[in-house]
């Protein structure tokens, strides 16, 4: 595929997407969505308010501007969107720089579109779409070896602190630049402790946390509920973790064959990128989610997405197995939308598009393909 056609299945694409998301959607803002866009406003009012709202703040503090231009009430959807848009571009280029292949990069912003959770409940004003992109530019970030990549670990911390478990994709580059490498990690640190350390002013305690009492029925006091109290130890949540990756009625994030696929590639190619750093990372976001008392499928994004990275080499040789990811979805989309998208499209049809772009990426790509296999370093 020549480069004239490839950028403009990736405008076309963006495109269809913003068409989705902005005009076909129909956005509703939904319980901590609330609390993100009541904290957005009034910070962009110039009132920091911590004790008022729970949850992770990043969000909002991105969202300020936006309420600024457009004084709209879903100042967090609008970011979360822009965001996602651009998380599209960004798979791609992940995909293409990692590989070194350009087809790579068609196949992850593929595997993007294929991740409906993250578009959906964001059109109720939650955060997955702005988690995705600060992965995905964390791991760019690394990939390129670039300075600014703790900052970009620093704020997406501050957005769901999940996407601190990708600190070891940049670590060995920033401790051998030296000054201007440390400078940057000092930078994204700063990051995270002001915002705890104003947190914890106002509140006396770490983030009030909303979803501590997810798993109980009835009302709780959002705003004495301390982070700390989240964690705990057994094999509940571990277990709840293989669940979430699993079991479609948990509204899982990506096709399990994905997660099996970019499982086996990582553990049994000794060639693979950053290898060691990946399963590191891994292994830290399943550490992390299964020492808390309650787990749902998007804090394990971050290793969903190292997963689909790693998975691309078996299905650009094997493209049969994109067939098969490709109705492993459908079953991964429907359970999602008879939660979640029925309140913000008006059919299936309609919700499936993302689905249908991906097919069409794919089906470009095969077309226009050369016998061009990924390439490790």
């Known amino acids: 595929m020549n480069s004239k056609i490839e950028k403009i299945l990736i405008l076309f694409v963006v495109v269809l997407m913003a068409l989705y998301i902005f005009w076909l959607a129909h956005p509703l803002m939904m319980d901590d969505g609330v609390q993100y866009e009541g904290f957005a406003e009034s910070l962009a009012?110039?009132?920091?308010?911590?004790?008022?709202?729970?949850?992770f703040q990043g969000l909002s503090i991105l969202s300020v501007p936006i309420?600024?231009?457009?004084?709209?009430?879903?100042?967090?959807?609008?970011?979360?969107?822009?965001?996602y848009l651009l998380s599209i571009i960004l798979a791609y280029f992940v995909g293409r720089d990692y590989y070194d292949n350009k087809r790579a990069g068609l196949y992850l912003m593929s595997l993007v579109l294929l991740i409906p959770y993250t578009y959906t409940t964001m059109m109720r004003g939650f955060q997955e779409s702005a988690v995705l992109f600060f992965v995905l530019l964390i791991i760019w970030g690394s990939i390129k070896k670039k300075i600014w990549a703790p900052l970009a670990w620093?704020?997406?911390?501050?957005?769901?602190?999940?996407?601190?478990?990708?600190?070891?994709?940049?670590?060995?580059?920033?401790?051998?630049?030296?000054?201007?490498?440390?400078?940057?990690?000092?930078?994204?640190?700063?990051?995270?402790?002001?915002?705890l350390g104003l947190n914890y002013h106002q509140t006396g305690h770490l983030i009030n946390d909303a979803a501590i009492n997810s798993y109980q029925p009835g009302t709780y006091d959002q705003a004495q509920l301390a982070l700390n109290k989240s964690f705990t130890f057994g094999i509940k949540g571990f277990l709840r973790i293989a669940a979430n990756l699993f079991v479609v009625s948990?509204?899982?994030?990506?096709?399990?064959?994905?997660?099996?696929?970019?499982?086996?590639?990582?553990?049994?190619?000794?060639?693979?990128?950053?290898?060691?750093?990946?399963?590191?990372?891994?292994?830290?976001?399943?550490?992390?989610?299964?020492?808390?008392?309650?787990?749902?499928?998007?804090?394990?994004?971050?290793?969903?997405?190292?997963?689909?990275?790693?998975?691309?080499?078996?299905?650009?040789?094997?493209?049969?197995?994109?067939?098969?990811?490709?109705?492993?979805?459908?079953?991964?989309?429907?359970?999602?939308?008879n939660y979640f998208g029925h309140n913000f499209w008006t059919s299936l049809s309609l919700f499936l598009i993302p689905f249908y772009l991906a097919i069409i990426v794919f089906i470009v790509d095969l077309f226009f393909k050369k016998n061009q296999d990924v390439r490790y370093r």
């Not at 478990?165 to 051998?176: C, G, M, S, Y």
């Not at 094997?318 to 939308?337: E, G, T």
């Open 45 to 55: 009012h110039g009132h920091l308010d911590f004790k008022s709202f729970y949850g």
């Open 154 to 195: 620093g704020f997406g911390g501050i957005v769901k602190p999940f996407a601190l478990v990708l600190f070891p994709l940049f670590t060995r580059d920033v401790f051998t630049k030296r000054k201007a490498g440390w400078i940057w990690l000092v930078v994204a640190l700063a990051i995270g402790g002001i915002y």
């Open 67 to 83: 309420f600024w231009l457009t004084h709209s009430h879903i100042s967090i959807i609008i970011t979360s969107s822009i965001l």
């Open 250 to 337: 948990r509204k899982i994030l990506i096709s399990p064959l994905v997660i099996l696929l970019g499982a086996w590639v990582l553990l049994s190619s000794e060639k693979i990128r950053l290898k060691k750093e990946i399963l590191f990372a891994v292994v830290s976001n399943i550490l992390l989610v299964g020492s808390l008392t309650f787990s749902f499928p998007k804090y394990l994004l971050p290793m969903v997405v190292l997963l689909a990275l790693s998975a691309i080499p078996l299905l650009m040789r094997y493209p049969w197995l994109m067939l098969v990811v490709f109705a492993d979805s459908l079953m991964v989309m429907l359970p999602i939308y």
